[in-house]
Nanobody, 127 residues
Framework: QVQLEESGGGLVQVGGSLTLACVAS???????????VGWFRQAPGKEREGVSY???????YYADSVKGRFTISRDNAKDTLYLQMDSLKPEDTAVYYC??????????????????WGKGTLVTVSS
């Protein structure tokens, strides 16, 4: 089992910034750096959607809606994933989830295929 815990959500004004963090733990977490980890989000009344993920070699992938505004990174020594969110918009309001399936990539277009999830952290962007 792998446990994921997000932090860093909150209330921010349009155009502002937030940084989310996700710490991984668990007895199966022998080497955090060997698998892809990513972020999904779910807005009120909408389906969960992929935001970004980072592969074990550091390659990053983003949804079109956040390209140029969000930056994903990881610190393997700390078993921690980050999401720097800049130029936030009201449509970025959602619960943000950290996720992994302990594989080499994450299918951002199909959240149901992902095995491990954090409990989420709420980001609210006010206009």
């Amino acid at each position: 089992q792998v446990q994921l815990e997000e932090s860093g959500g909150g209330l921010v004004q349009v155009g502002g910034s937030l940084t989310l963090a996700c710490v991984a733990s668990g007895h199966s977490l022998r080497n955090y750096g060997v698998f892809a980890v990513g972020w999904f989000r779910q807005a009120p009344g909408k389906e969960r959607e992929g935001v970004s993920y980072i592969s074990r070699d550091g390659t990053t992938y983003y949804a079109d809606s956040v390209k140029g505004r969000f930056t994903i990174s990881r610190d393997n020594a700390k078993d921690t994933l980050y999401l720097q969110m800049d130029s936030l918009k009201p449509e970025d309001t959602a619960v943000y989830y950290c996720a992994t399936d302990l594989g080499s990539r994450i299918d951002l277009g199909n959240w149901r295929r992902v095995d491990y999830w954090g409990k989420g952290t709420l980001v609210t962007v006010s206009s």
